[in-house]
Each structure stands twice: as C-alpha cells, then as structure tokens.
C-alpha cells in the first residue's frame, strides 16, 4: 500500500471522523442531529467522504442542489404517510406485558419461513429467554415495501410489527414534526485538508430531510414512547451506533428501561458510524450496555471507538455451525480442484459494476467458473437485468454451505461474515479490495495469509490455475484459533449468560 493510501485512510478515520464530531457539537442533542445519518457518519448511506475527497482542488466547484429530490419530497412523503397508517392499521398492537423484554429486529428476505415470521438475529435468544421473561419481537422493516409480504397470519402472539405501536394521532404528531423541525443546516464554516467544505455538509444534511433518511429515528421516537407506556423492562436491538439507536437510547435512557446493543454483524474500517469519537462519546446517547459476537470484534471497538460504556463478549446468535467445547470446528480443505470461484457481494451495491467488470476483464473465455452470490437485501431480478455475463460468469440464487468446499476452490468476498463462514467450511477466502479513498478491511488482526486481493491478484490466481499451481490448504489449527477470537458459539448457557447482562445495572452518560 502507498504512502497517499496510508494518508487517505488515516485522514478519514482521524481528521474527517473529527469533523463530523465539530458539525454534531454545533447541534448539541437536537433530534433532527441525532436522526441524521450524515452525522451518525452513515458513510455507506451518504457517500459524503467520497464526494469531498474526490472535488479536492477543485476551487470552484460546489454541489448543486438535488433538485430531483426537491421535486418528489411530497409525494415522497404523502407514499410514506400511507404505506404506515395501512402498516399501523394492519398490525396494530393493543397490549405488551408489563416488564416485557422487546427485541427490536428486522424484517429481512429471510424472516419468513413456514409461513411465520421468524427472527434470524435473536431467535434463538430471544426464544429461550421466553422460559423466564415475557419477550416480544418487534419487527422493523428495512423499506415499507416489504408490509406487502407480511400478513397477520404469519405473526405469532409476541412477534409484532413496530409500525402498529403507532396509532393515527402519533403518525399526524410524527409527520407534522419531521417536517418542521427535520432539516438543520450548519452555520459555522468547516474545513478539510484545507478547503471550506461546508457546502458538501449541508447538501448531505438536505438530502437526509429530502429524501427521508432521518425519517426512520423520528419514527423511533414515537414507537419507543409507545412501547414506555406498556412500561417494558428492557431493549434489546441490533448494534451499528446508527441515527435510529441514537433516538432510542434518548427517548428510552429517561426512564427506568434497561437499554443493550448487540453487534450481530461484521464491518470494517469503512463503517466510520461504530467508532465514535470523544466528542460523539459525550453528544450521542448510548445503550448501558455493549455485546459483540467475539473477542477482536470487542477489542477493535475499543481500540478505534472511544466507548465509555461497558462492551462485553456474548455469542454469535445467527451462526449455526458445530462446535465442541464452546469451540467451532473446522472443516479441512478438498483437495480436488473444482475450477470454480465464489464471489460473495456486500449489502453495498454501488461497488456490484466495478467488481463485476474486473471479474469479466481477468476471467472472461477462461477454463474457470466464477459464480457470484448478490446480498439477500438485493432484488436478484433488478440486478440481474442489468447485466451481460460471459457463459462462465453466473450469478446464484444462494448457496449450499454444508457442500462449500465440495463445489468450491476459494471464496472471494467484501462480506466479513461470509468470509469467516467459508474458512469453517474449509474453504480458503480473500477479500477482495478494489483501490478506494477507505480501508474495507473485514478480517480484523489476520495474520496467517495475504488476504487482501486486488486485481493483479486475480490476475496471478487465473494464472496459477492454468500452471496447475494452486494452494488450497491451510493451518487448520491456527484457522480454528482465529475464527473463534472472531465468533463465540451460542451455547446452552447463554441464555443464562444473557440474563446476568440484562440484571446489571450501568446507566449511560450524555449531554441532555
């Protein structure tokens, strides 16, 4: 890696992630900062590093306004008034226990099976936790799109959906607020590497009131200030330090509710939203408590996020794999070589034309099939239709992964998850990181093989099939060290272990 690469990424995760902190400062604990992405530092959401970095030097240029959004900000929000008074009338809720433990998920491609709703986040936590508290599931959807799938004939009786906590009068209140107090604009001036960057901020802050990307906190606030009245006992959702669980933890941490984040999923450097600075630490409203699925996840939070909370090690709820001694095992390599290569995409699909392309220039009329596997969150339909694939490139629906490693020689990814899956399979993985202003790195303190691939890389790979050099092995015992630093097993007794995190007692601290 070069010096400027080195600099970019260190300017992004120190100097640019600082600034951001100034902007939210400005705001102090306004709910319209709290609920903007671009200050939860969203980069995935808002591409707001790219757009400055890459209009460095250009003196004259400043971002128009996003006159496309302008136009459609009411019928964009008249379409969201109606899909949630229909989602709000479908599924409304009338009771939750008192002192329920609520788990708030969501609602993803794969949370009906059988005809129910099933969470693959906590399930198996929350199911066990039933035995000795009363538990509700709430669901969130990802889009509103997706009520289409849901009927009341998949719910069972403590699965709801959070959008019928809300009853008609909360909706007008919720929408009649977004739209007065949602926009905020920065009045001081901001600078990066030199150059007045103000004007890029705003612009961001204005597409996150135009295009409704604050709208999920606002609508937070209101369905946490719902579930207060059934006077619950603990929230219990999925961690990523988002402008949503910002509002949460403000509207919950005034009352006697015990509040825990759990890190289910993998990142990277790139998701600048998990390492707060000491600035955010005392502005941003945090749960009591922290959980993380292993040991590095744990300790890179801590070594790149100021947390003044309590962040302690839990288990890996969605992983479904054997272990033995609170240990996952692992599968040895095939030997055979199967000329075939799985390509397993991020939930980002701006990178989908750029990976694809380079998979197409290196591979393309060779001997080697590469088989690309999109994110479950992605329309298969959509992409595919946008794309023109040689006879050896093909995209699949999904994956056996109990047969990984009798179909496949190597895994390439930009998913951290799915990386860590193949290696248990017995699959060696790289991920592959195409030249960019931001580290991606998703396997955190590797150190037992190159694993960073670029497309010299896949170069040399295609290369090395056509000489009959390919090296699929490796240590099985230092992969079983490393995968189980990454991931803690869910075992028999976590539930209990969970339940001992749910009783103590550590309030959060911020500026109200």
């Keep these: 890696m070069n010096e400027s690469k080195k600099y970019n990424h260190q300017c992004f995760h120190v100097d640019y992630n600082n600034l951001i902190s100034k902007v939210s400062f400005e705001f102090k604990n306004s709910l319209a900062a709290l609920a903007s992405p671009t200050l939860s530092k969203q980069e995935t959401v808002t591409y707001l590093y790219n757009s400055i970095r890459e209009n460095e030097g250009s003196i004259n240029h400043r971002p128009g306004l996003p006159w496309f959004k302008i136009i459609l900000f009411i019928p964009r929000l008249f379409l969201c008034l109606f899909r949630i008074i229909y989602a709000s009338i479908q599924f409304k809720v009338n009771h939750i226990p008192k002192n329920a433990i609520v788990f708030r998920t969501w609602f993803g491609p794969n949370s009906i099976n059988n005809s129910l709703l099933v969470d693959s986040y906590f399930g198996e936590l929350s199911d066990q936790l039933a035995e000795y508290e009363n538990v509700v599931v709430t669901y969130t959807p990802d889009n509103l799109q997706s009520f289409n799938k849901v009927s009341k004939n998949n719910l069972t009786p403590n699965h709801i959906i959070s959008y019928g906590l809300l009853d008609l009068k909360d909706i007008c209140k919720l929408f009649v607020e977004y739209i007065i107090s949602g926009l905020i604009q920065a009045k001081q001036q901001y600078f990066f590497n030199g150059n007045e960057v103000t004007t890029y901020i705003n612009r961001s802050l204005l597409i996150d009131y135009l295009g409704l990307r604050s709208f999920e906190a606002y609508a937070e606030k209101y369905k946490c200030e719902k579930l207060l009245s059934f006077k619950i006992k603990a929230f219990i959702y999925v961690f990523e330090n988002q402008s949503w669980e910002k509002v949460c933890c403000k509207t919950l941490s005034k009352h006697d509710v015990r509040i825990i984040g759990y890190q289910s999923s993998g990142f990277s450097p790139l998701f600048l939203n998990f390492f707060p600075t000491q600035v955010d630490s005392v502005i941003h409203p945090m749960p009591d408590l922290l959980l993380t699925v292993g040991e590095y996840f744990k300790k890179y939070l801590l070594e790149k996020g100021s947390y003044t909370i309590p962040v302690e090690v839990f288990s890996a709820i969605r992983f479904k794999y054997p272990f033995e001694n609170n240990y996952y095992s692992v599968l040895s390599p095939n030997p055979a070589l199967h000329y075939r290569i799985l390509f397993a995409f991020s939930v980002h699909k701006i990178q989908y034309k750029y990976i694809i392309n380079d998979l197409i220039s290196v591979f393309e009329d ?66 592959y990181c195409r030249e ?77």
Excluded at 371 to 392: G, M, S
Excluded at 394 to 419: P, Q
């Design 436 to 512: 960019s202003l931001v580290s991606d790195n998703r396997f955190l303190y590797f150190n037992l093989w190159d694993v960073n691939y670029q497309i010299q890389e896949l170069r040399k790979l295609k290369n090395n099939y056509e000489s009959g050099d390919i090296d699929k092995e490796f240590n099985i015992e230092e992969v079983r060290n490393y995968v189980n630093m990454m991931f803690q097993p869910f075992t028999k007794d976590s539930c209990k272990e969970f339940l001992n995190f749910l009783n103590q007692s550590s309030p959060s601290t911020y500026i109200n």
């Design 366 to 431: 060779s001997l080697i099939r590469i088989d690309l596997k999109f994110h479950p969150d992605h329309d298969l339909a959509k992409i595919t239709k946008e794309l023109e694939l040689p006879d050896n490139i093909n995209i699949v629906k999904s994956v056996e992964i109990d047969s990984l490693r009798d179909m496949y020689d190597f895994v390439l990814f930009n998913d951290n998850s799915f990386g860590i899956e193949s290696l248990l399979c017995g699959v060696k993985s790289y991920q």
